[in-house]
């Protein structure tokens, strides 16, 4: 019953945004720290970003800094990564990952994790 849940992804054009959304059930990501990650076909799952317990340190790999934000928002019991100027390198099955143990950059080691939502950034 603990699961992580993705929404969000699309196709969108180059130059474009798109919100991401990780939302929980089964627990609360209040004293959770959250990692967004992507992995492309034939690729490894790499890191893109990730948020603290406490929102007070956010983290972006360098190919994103400037263009996402991660945010969360407790009440609602969801995590979002806000993507703007949207590149063809982007595109990816993007997923969300939670643990209990801080973190300040994402890593491999996350407990739960969602099933993944598609990005598509194409002409």
């Known amino acids: 019953q603990v699961q992580l849940v993705e929404s969000g992804g699309g196709l969108v054009q180059p130059g474009g945004s798109l919100r991401l959304s990780c939302a929980a059930s089964?627990?609360?990501?209040?004293?959770?720290?959250i990692g967004w990650f992507h992995q492309a076909p034939g690729k490894q799952r790499e890191g893109v970003s990730c948020?603290?317990?406490?929102?007070?340190?956010?983290y972006y790999r360098d190919s994103v800094k400037g263009r996402f934000t991660i945010s969360r928002d407790n009440a609602n019991n969801t995590v979002y990564l806000q993507m703007n100027s949207l590149k063809p390198e982007d595109t990816a099955v993007y997923y969300c990952?939670?643990?209990?143990?801080?973190?300040?950059?994402?890593?491999?080691?996350?407990?739960?994790w969602g099933q993944g939502t598609q990005v598509t950034v194409s002409s």
């Open positions: 089964g627990f609360t990501l209040d004293y959770y720290a």
């Open positions: 990952g939670a643990d209990r143990f801080e973190r300040l950059i994402p890593s491999p080691d996350y407990t739960y």
């Open positions: 948020i603290s317990k406490s929102a007070d340190v956010q």
